[in-house]
């Protein structure tokens, strides 16, 4: 089967808006998501970033934009759409792109990043994204295959530390790698200045979910600039 449903190239320079809302939250529910996804395309976002199968698919119904889509499953390790079956259900669900984690590490159903993505491939027509944490897992991710390669777990695998803002070196370095896969910075971008400066970085794209979707994260942020 063809991955080549949506153009990258709509992405290139673009933003990405990430709507997440945690389990037990009150805007837990995939209508809502949908809804948030579709006032983040309103304002500009090029594509859209949501986690969860029912999320996938109303936010695939409420947007003509391209949809990243992911399966959290746990909270420590490989839990980013950490196996072949979630990601294949992502796709079904309507995913355009099928984030996943991209690390090193072992993936709970003993395949391979390389088994993983082509497996992906050969299920369905998603592109995948590797959710990465370091310079060492980009480079095996595009050598796995990957059609995107994203600074996501940049300081939530271990490898590097949990920057305030975006992990600018890391995004740096990946990007003067020069790999087959384009890179999208994700990952603590809090400000249009510093969304900016991940492109300027060498990004070719840029992930914003929590400054733009997460209120309750937003509010305590003002909260805590009124305390402290
Ligand atoms: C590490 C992890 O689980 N990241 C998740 C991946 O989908 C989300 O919780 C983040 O919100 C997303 O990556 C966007 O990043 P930020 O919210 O920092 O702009």
Redesign the pocket.
Known sequence: MPHTLINLDSLAGQLVV?A?A?PGEPMRDPRTTAQVAASAVIGGAAGI?V?GIADIQFTRAAVEVPVIG?W?DGHSGV??TPTLQHALSCASAGAHIV?IDGTRRPRPDGLTLAETVAGIHAGSNALVMA?CGSLDDAVAAAEAGADII?T??A??SGERPKTDGPDLELIAQIAAAGLDAPLIA?????TPAQARAALDAGAFAV????????PA?ITGWFKDALTA
């Open positions: 990430s997440q945690y970033r986690q992911l959290k839990f980013i984030a959710d994203g996501t777990l300081g939530y994700e990952g603590r971008i809090h992930v914003v979910g929590t400054a733009i979707t997460h994260s």
